[in-house]
T-cell receptor, first 114, second 109 residues
Framework: NAGVTQTPKFQVLKTGQSMTLQCAQD?????MYWYRQDPGMGLRLIYY???????DKGEVPNGYNVSRLNKREFSLRLESAAPSQTSVYFC?????????????FGSGTQLSVL | KNEVEQSPQNLTAQEEEFITINCSYS?????LHWLQQHPGGGIVSLFM???GKKKHGRLIATINIQEKHSSLHITASHPRDSAVYIC???????????FGTGTRLTIIP
């Protein structure tokens, strides 16, 4: 089925541990995004990628890195997790083009950092 | 002040009532999206608007570009419509989207 596949669904880390959240889309979209969702704050952009090989910072990039090695995949890495990074993370893609764009979201990753 | 403001923040209504959720924004935009998020669930796109009005089933979305305002209407509301509804805008010439904080809708049988 077409869509955005995001893994893992749940993760518990200890402070200082690292992990990578994986995201892949099979709709040939250029634009992909990583958001975090915290209670009462709405979705906040961590990083986005307008095309393969390019990435840009969003509102809250500190403590995160991303990689867009091909058009399908956009991964988010936490090098040294902190309790402030406890959140629900969503990957999204936007396409097919600006005239008829639609947003597609992954199912989310609930991350707890102890 | 958020670039995207939604109202109301919370809305409780009886089944079959007509529901209106509002979204106001402060910048020129290329697109406005309405999204739905069920409790503990993922986020689903309902509509993308750049002008006018769109309808899908019991859902209707309108946008007034001059007034920088959009509304999402639900006719004959049902308990399964209970969810958080999120408005997001993509400013002109920008890849990024700005999100409202959402409207939590509860429909009571």
């Amino acid at each position: 089925n077409a869509g955005v596949t995001q893994t893992p669904k749940f993760q518990v880390l200890k402070t200082g541990q690292s992990m990578t959240l994986q995201c892949a889309q099979d709709m040939n979209h250029n634009s992909m995004y990583w958001y975090r969702q915290d209670p009462g704050m709405g979705l906040r952009l961590i990083y986005y990628s307008a095309s393969e090989g390019t990435t840009d910072k969003g509102e809250v990039p500190n403590g995160y890195n991303v990689s867009r090695l091909n058009k399908r995949e956009f991964s988010l890495r936490l090098e040294s997790a902190a309790p402030s990074q406890t959140s629900v993370y969503f990957c999204a893609s936007r396409g097919p083009n600006q005239g008829s764009e639609k947003l597609f979201f992954g199912s989310g990753t609930q991350l707890s950092v102890l | 002040k958020n670039e995207v403001e939604q109202s109301p923040q919370n809305l409780t209504a009886q089944e079959e009532e007509f529901i209106t959720i509002n979204c106001s924004y402060s910048v020129g935009i290329s697109a406005l999206h309405w999204l739905q998020q069920h409790p503990g669930g993922g986020i689903v796109s309902l509509f993308m608007l750049s002008s006018g009005k769109k309808k899908h089933g019991r859902l209707i979305a309108t946008i007034n570009i001059q007034e920088k305002h959009s509304s999402l209407h639900i006719t004959a509301s049902h308990p399964r419509d209970s969810a958080v509804y999120i408005c997001a805008v993509r400013p002109n010439g920008n890849e990024k989207l700005t999100f409202g904080t959402g409207t939590r809708l509860t429909i009571i049988p």
